[in-house]
C-alpha cells in the first residue's frame, strides 16, 4: 500500500470507516500479505523502500538501519509486523503489553482536520501470552524490535517491579530493548524519586538490553524531572518520548485520553530539546506528530537521536518513513561510500546502456520503414514461397494487417530504446541501484521473448542478429551492480499540493505500467495459441482456416508478429511500471522527459496505424484510446512535481 495508492484510493475509503474497523481492516491485510509466499518480496517491489546504508546507527550491540521507527500502540496485537518491518523502518517498538490482559474499554476517535488520533484506552491489550505468541510467530523480522512494557493501573511498587521483570524475562530472547511505560505511575504520591529509583534500579539489574524511559510530552518540568533523574541514576539508557499529550476536554465522552498528531508536535519537540539538556549523553526517541519528512527533521535538530511514526502513517501514509529516510540522507552532510573502481570493457557501463538504447532505436526505426513500405522481407517471401504482390491477390488486407503489427512494434522497439538510453545515462551513469534493476527486469524479459515464436518453425533471422548484437551490450551494461541509493537533490520536507497531485498522476503512471504488461501478455499468448481475435477476422473479411488454406506458413508468419510484439510490450511495460513505482521524486525532471519522450513512439505506432490501414474497430482501440488519456494526465499532474525542486 505505497503513498500513491494510499492517498488516492484506501484512506479516502478507510476514513469512511470507525477507526477501529479501519485499523484492523489495514493491518490484517498487508499481515496476511507478508505470510504468503513471496508478500515480503511484492512489498519490497512495490514501494522499493530498503534504507539507504548510510543511514545505519549503531547504539551498543545493535545495529538500526535508519534512525526512524515505528511507535508502540498502532498494531498492539502483532498482526503485521512481519509486513510493517519492510515499510523502511530502522526499528519497531510494540506493546504496550502488560501480564495480564488490559481491557480498558478505550475508544480511538480521528480529528481529520486537526490530523490527531485521541486513544482514551492507551494500555489496551490482549496480554503477554497471547502477545509472545504472536511474536514467536513472526519470522522474517530483520530490523531491532523493542516492547512497551506496562504493569496494570494503580499496582503497588512491589506488584509494578514483579509484573516489568517477568515481562523482561520472558520477552528478552525476541527483542533489542525494552521501553518502561509510567503514564498508569506519573504523579500519584507513593511513587517518589526514591520509589522510581529502586524501581528502575530493579529493572535494570534484570537485563543487560537497553532500558528506555516512555514519557509523555505534556509532562511538566516539575513532573518529568525527578523520574528523569531517577533513570539517569538507575542506570537506564535514555527514554521515548511518546504516548501523545493528555487532554481532559477530550471528545472521547468527557473522558481523559492521549492525543497523538499535529496538535502535539510542537509540545513533543519541546520536551525532546527540554531532556536533552537535563540529560546530555541520553538515547532519545522523538514522536509525535510526524506528519511530514520536516517533522521528523525538526526533532532531530532538537536533540533526538531516533525519532517514531504514530499518526503520520495514519494520514500520511506507508510511504512516510522512506519520504524521511530520504530526506534524512540528503539534509546531513553524508560523505557517499567511495567508488569502487571498475575495469571498463572498452566503455563505462552506462556508455554500453546507452549503446542498447541506441541499437533498440535504431532497431525500431528501420523495422518502421519496412513495415511502412513493403512490409515483407526477403526472407519473409522465401519463407512463403510467395510475394508481396502474391499475398495481395490472396487477401487484399493482408498485407495491411501484417504492416499494423510490425509497425506496433517498431514502436514499442522505439519506446524501450529511449527507456533504456534515459536510464543508462541518468541512472548507471551515476551507479543507482533502481535504475540497474529496471533495465535487468526489462531487458530479461525482453530477450527472453525471442523464444515465443520459435515453435511455430518461423525463423527471424534479422531479429536473430539484432538480439545477438545487442545481448551482450545488455549483458556489458550490467555486469557489476549499481550501489547509490539515490541522487543527491533538495530534500522534499512537506506534504504540500505538487506532492499530492504527482502521487495521483503516479498511480495512473502505474496503471499504465500494469496495462502495458498485461496487454503484451495478453498478446504473446494470442500469437503462440489462436493467433487472431475476432475483430482481426472481420478486418480481413476471412477466416483463420481460409488464410490457413490458402498457405499454411501464413499463420505462423503472422504469430511471429503477434509474439515479438507482445513480449516487447511486456518488456516496455515492465519498464514503465518500475520506472512509475521506485522513480518519482521531486526534481527529477529526466523521469517526466523519459515518459513522455518513450510514450510518444508508442501511442502513435499504436493507434495511428490503425487509421492508416482502416483497422478502426472501436472495441479494439478503446483500450489504446483509455491509455492515451490516462498518459496525458499523468503527464499533466507529474510535471510540477519533477520539474520544480
Wanted: proline share 6%; aromatic share 10%; charged share 15%.
Amino acid at each position: 500500500m505505497p503513498d500513491w495508492s494510499y492517498q488516492t484510493m484506501f484512506r479516502p475509503l478507510l476514513f469512511l470507516m470507525p477507526p477501529e474497523r479501519a485499523k484492523s481492516i489495514t493491518l490484517k491485510s498487508i499481515g496476511t500479505l507478508a505470510k504468503i509466499p513471496g508478500g515480503p518480496s511484492i512489498i519490497e517491489w512495490m514501494g522499493h523502500m530498503e534504507p539507504p546504508s548510510q543511514l545505519s546507527k549503531t547504539m551498543g550491540a545493535i545495529t538500526f538501519p535508519t534512525p526512524v521507527g515505528l511507535g508502540a500502540g498502532l498494531d498492539t496485537e502483532c498482526i503485521a509486523i512481519q509486513a510493517l518491518s519492510k515499510f523502511g523502518f530502522g526499528f519497531l517498538e510494540l506493546g504496550p503489553v502488560s501480564k495480564e490482559p488490559i481491557d480498558s474499554h478505550g475508544t480511538v476517535q480521528r480529528d481529520i482536520t486537526a490530523m490527531d488520533i485521541h486513544y482514551s484506552g492507551y494500555l489496551s491489550n490482549n496480554g503477554i501470552n497471547t502477545f509472545l505468541r504472536r511474536l514467536k510467530g513472526a519470522s522474517g523480522i530483520k530490523i531491532p524490535i523493542g516492547v512497551r512494557l506496562a504493569c496494570q493501573p494503580e499496582t503497588s511498587l512491589r506488584e509494578a517491579t514483579e509484573e516489568l521483570q517477568e515481562l523482561i524475562d520472558r520477552l528478552e530472547g525476541f527483542c533489542s530493548f525494552f521501553t518502561i511505560d509510567t503514564r498508569t505511575n506519573i504523579g500519584q504520591p507513593e511513587w517518589s524519586h526514591t520509589t522510581w529509583v529502586e524501581h528502575f534500579s530493579c529493572l535494570r539489574n534484570q537485563t543487560d538490553l537497553p532500558l528506555l524511559l516512555a514519557v509523555p510530552p505534556s509532562l511538566t518540568e516539575a513532573e518529568a524531572l525527578p523520574i528523569l533523574t531517577s533513570a539517569k541514576e538507575a542506570g537506564l539508557n535514555g527514554l521515548v518520548v511518546a504516548g501523545g499529550s493528555i487532554q481532559e476536554d477530550s471528545p472521547c465522552a468527557n473522558t481523559p485520553v492521549y492525543t497523538t498528531g499535529k496538535s502535539s508536535h510542537e509540545q513533543a519537540v519541546k520536551f525532546v530539546s527540554w531532556a536533552r539538556e537535563q540529560w546530555s549523553d541520553a538515547l532519545i526517541v522523538g514522536s509525535g506528530g510526524i506528519l511530514e519528512p520536516q517533522d521528523a527533521l525538526t526533532f532531530l535538530a532538537a536533540g533526538a537521536n531516533f525519532v517514531q511514526l504514530h499518526s503520520g502513517l495514519v494520514y500520511s501514509g506507508p510511504g512516510l518513513p522512506k519520504r524521511i529516510n530520504e530526506a534524512i540522507l540528503q539534509s546531513q552532510p553524508i560523505t557517499d561510500p567511495p567508488q569502487e573502481k571498475r575495469p571498463a570493457f572498452l566503455f563505462p557501463l552506462w556508455v554500453w546502456g546507452i549503446l542498447l538504447g541506441v541499437g533498440m532505436l535504431i532497431g525500431g526505426v528501420l523495422a518502421w520503414l519496412v513495415a511502412a513500405t513493403t512490409v515483407v522481407l526477403p526472407y519473409d517471401e522465401r519463407f512463403l514461397g510467395m510475394s508481396a504482390d502474391q499475398l495481395t491477390l490472396l487477401n487484399a488486407q493482408i498485407l495491411s494487417f501484417m504492416s499494423h503489427d510490425r509497425i506496433s512494434l517498431a514502436g514499442t522497439m522505439i519506446s524501450i530504446g529511449v527507456l533504456y538510453s534515459q536510464l543508462a545515462y541518468h541512472g548507471l551513469r551515476k551507479e543507482i541501484h533502481w535504475t540497474r534493476t529496471v533495465l535487468l527486469v526489462s531487458g530479461t524479459v525482453g530477450f527472453s521473448s525471442f523464444f515465443l515464436f520459435i515453435g511455430y518453425g518461423y525463423f527471424d533471422y534479422v531479429h536473430a542478429i539484432l538480439a545477438l548484437v545487442l545481448f551482450p551490450m545488455f549483458l556489458l551494461a550490467l555486469r557489476t551492480p549499481a550501489k547509490v541509493h539515490l541522487t543527491r537533490l533538495p530534500p522534499q520536507l512537506h506534504n504540500d499540493r505538487d506532492w499530492q497531485m504527482a502521487l495521483w498522476g503516479q498511480l495512473l503512471f502505474v496503471i499504465i505500467g500494469f496495462g502495458l504488461t498485461g496487454a503484451g501478455i495478453i498478446i504473446s499468448i494470442i500469437g503462440v495459441t489462436g493467433v487472431f481475435v475476432p475483430s482481426d477476422l472481420v478486418f480481413l473479411c476471412v477466416s483463420a482456416d481460409t488464410l490457413q488454406s490458402y498457405n499454411e506458413r501464413l499463420i505462423p508468419v503472422i504469430a511471429h508478429d503477434r509474439a515479438g510484439f507482445g513480449g516487447a510490450l511486456v518488456s516496455n511495460g515492465l519498464a514503465v511500471l518500475l520506472i512509475s513505482l521506485w522513480g518519482i521524486r521531486r526534481g527529477e525532471a529526466w523521469i517526466w522527459w523519459t515518459l513522455f519522450l518513450a510514450g510518444i513512439p508508442g501511442f502513435v505506432s499504436g493507434i495511428g496505424i490503425h487509421f492508416t490501414v482502416g483497422y478502426v474497430d472501436f472495441t479494439h482501440l478503446l483500450p489504446a484510446y483509455v491509455a492515451v488519456i490516462i498518459f496525458l494526465v499523468a503527464l499533466v499532474l507529474l510535471k510540477p512535481y519533477l520539474s520544480r525542486t
